[in-house]
């Protein structure tokens, strides 16, 4: 038995949108909720501001 | 120390009862679109209360207007009042006021195109849909607009294809 989120559309398995997109990076994202991009956002900027302030010192 | 620096901004302005709209680049996150963003982007309403608690608000949060930041020049009323954009700094990091957004959009004109969204411990924020950010992007249409324009336009078609 298929599992119950695998979409019955070959259609929808495509990697990448003629233009380029990584549309499995969009589906990702839409499986958060708000809050959890939100939260996703911050940990990203405060990991690249963390490894900026550590190459500054250095 | 990891600090959650756009939820306290907005936690701050939810718990003053401030009239606004996420826009921009985090109203996109927030939608489900996978782009990055350091700044905040809010339009808010000028009736005269909110602009009375913005005020204050702002003043709270140590915010100062980014071009020179070491005179620290903070906004005021008629700041607050006028048609342009505020690009402030606070320490929680930027904070781009708008008063209007695309095409002379003020607060009362996007708010029938915004979503209310949950962001965790009961704040509550109005967002700007996708639809109309993109609809201003295209407006817009800075090469800065039209190079994200490609991941919103896709998100917006899986998530109409799989709505939450």
Redesign the interface.
Known sequence: MLPESKPANPAVLEEYSPDGVDLTLIRWTLSLTPGERLQFLEDRINEVLAIRERNATT | M??????AILRSLCQSDIEFIVVGG?AA??N???V???DLDLVYSREPNNLDRLLKVLGELDAIFRIQPERRLRPNHSHLAGTGHLNLLTPYGPLDLLAVAGHNLGFAQLLPHTVE????EGVRVR?LNLETIISIKEYLASEKDLAVL??LR??LR??T??P?
């Open positions: 990891q600090q959650r620096r756009l939820f985090l996150v927030l489900g679109a996978p990055q963003t350091y969204m949950d962001i965790g967002v490609p991941i896709q998100t899986e998530s294809r799989r939450r």
